[in-house]
């Protein structure tokens, strides 16, 4: 079946201006999380929806980020007035429950602020 | 929180030969470890995991072992191939109020060459 899918692919914008990323989780998972993929900072946990849960947001580097879920599927990561070191690939992963179980990745979005 | 340290960063070895990855975690309450392998401009695709109340697992030319007292676990690739060649993550993750976050290692680089 289809897979955890992401867009944009790759966004190039400048300092100051805000961006939204999107994924598609796979149809019926429950668990949706969102991660970064820098140089520096290697993969890190940014933010976790599970069903109607609070979302946990512990990972959020800044107030600048913030992310929904709308209808338990789509979720949109949005990150205001956006600074250099956001560039990163901003990765999308959703598991059929929540807790410690397997997460499948989409391909990510590459995010460049110039 | 939980850190992850994975060892070699990098990683060559010729076709046919055997390749092992090491990761070590820091808390005991994890108890899902994951291990993911990327290709250039893909994202993490998870190829094989392991529970805590798991020592060994194997599927085909991969294994993982898990030492939970010594907070340790590796991955196994024998017979490697030239299409084996990209960067492998190990991550870990623990139930309760870790909601299943994945802490990943650095990464390791790992090129088979023919």
């Known amino acids: 079946g289809a897979g955890v899918s992401q867009s944009p692919s790759n966004k190039v914008t400048e300092k100051g201006k805000d961006v939204e990323l999107r994924c598609d989780p796979i149809?019926?998972?429950?668990?949706l999380y969102w991660y970064r993929q820098s140089l520096g900072q290697g993969l890190e946990f940014l933010i976790y929806f599970q069903g109607n849960s609070a979302p946990d947001k512990s990972g959020l580097p800044s107030d600048r980020f913030s992310a929904e879920r709308t209808g338990g599927s789509v979720s949109t990561l949005t990150i205001q007035r956006t600074q250099q070191e956001d560039s990163a690939v901003y990765l999308c992963?959703?598991?059929?429950?929540?807790?410690?179980?397997?997460?499948?990745f989409g391909p990510g979005t590459r995010l460049t602020v110039t | 929180g939980e850190n992850v340290e994975q060892h070699p960063s990098t990683l060559s070895v010729q076709e046919g030969d055997s390749a092992v990855i090491k990761c070590t975690y820091s808390?005991?309450?994890?108890?899902?470890f994951p291990w993911y392998k990327q290709e250039l401009g893909k994202g993490p695709q998870l190829i094989i995991d392991?529970?805590?109340?798991?020592g060994e697992k194997k599927d085909q030319r991969i294994a993982v072992t898990l030492n939970k007292t010594a907070k340790h676990f590796s991955l196994h690739i024998t017979e490697t191939q030239p299409e084996d060649s990209a960067v492998y993550f190990c991550?870990?993750?623990?139930?309760?109020?870790?909601?299943?976050?994945?802490?990943f290692g650095q990464g390791t680089i790992l090129t088979v060459h023919p």
């Open positions: 992963a959703s598991s059929p429950r929540g807790g410690p179980t397997e997460q499948y």
């Open positions: 808390d005991s309450a994890s108890n899902y």
């Open positions: 149809s019926g998972h429950t668990a």
């Open positions: 991550a870990a993750t623990a139930g309760g109020t870790s909601y299943g976050k994945l802490t």
């Open positions: 392991i529970r805590s109340n798991v």
